[in-house]
């Protein structure tokens, strides 16, 4: 989540960069950064969705009947969902 924020951040100094220099705007490598960008924020939500079904998977153990039981003996608890808020789920957009 911490490298989430951190690249949410980062990406919001650089597009008011990348709009103040017209020819950065028309650079090619500028283009491959944002499509590998694109590609970045992909990866992030296939990963935010791959811990949200484990962590289902874990609830639903944690509250069913016989694991529940082993559950309470081992300390194992539900866990909480990982979820963007505000602003992390907001588009990020570059326009030419």
Same mark, same amino acid.
């Given at each position: 989540? #911490?490298?989430?924020?951190? =690249?949410?951040?980062?990406?919001?100094?650089?597009?008011? +960069?990348?709009?103040?220099?017209?020819? =950065?705007?028309?650079? $090619? !490598?500028? #283009?491959?950064?944002?499509? $590998?960008?694109?590609?970045?924020? &992909?990866?992030?939500?296939? #990963?935010?969705?791959?811990? !949200?079904? *484990?962590?289902?998977? =874990? !609830?639903? #153990? @944690?509250?069913? +009947?016989?694991?529940?039981?082993?559950?309470?003996?081992?300390?194992?608890?539900? $866990?909480?969902? =990982?979820?963007? @808020?505000? &602003?992390?789920? *907001?588009?990020?957009?570059?326009?030419?």
């Amino acid at each position: 989540m #911490a490298a989430e924020a951190a =690249l949410t951040q980062a990406l919001g100094r650089l597009f008011p +960069v990348a709009e103040a220099y017209p020819q =950065l705007r028309a650079c $090619e !490598n500028f #283009a491959d950064l944002k499509r $590998e960008l694109a590609g970045t924020e &992909d990866k992030i939500a296939y #990963a935010r969705q791959f811990y !949200n079904s *484990a962590v289902q998977s =874990l !609830n639903t #153990a @944690v509250q069913t +009947v016989p694991t529940s039981i082993i559950a309470g003996f081992g300390g194992f608890c539900a $866990e909480p969902y =990982l979820e963007a @808020v505000g &602003d992390e789920r *907001a588009d990020v957009s570059v326009r030419f």
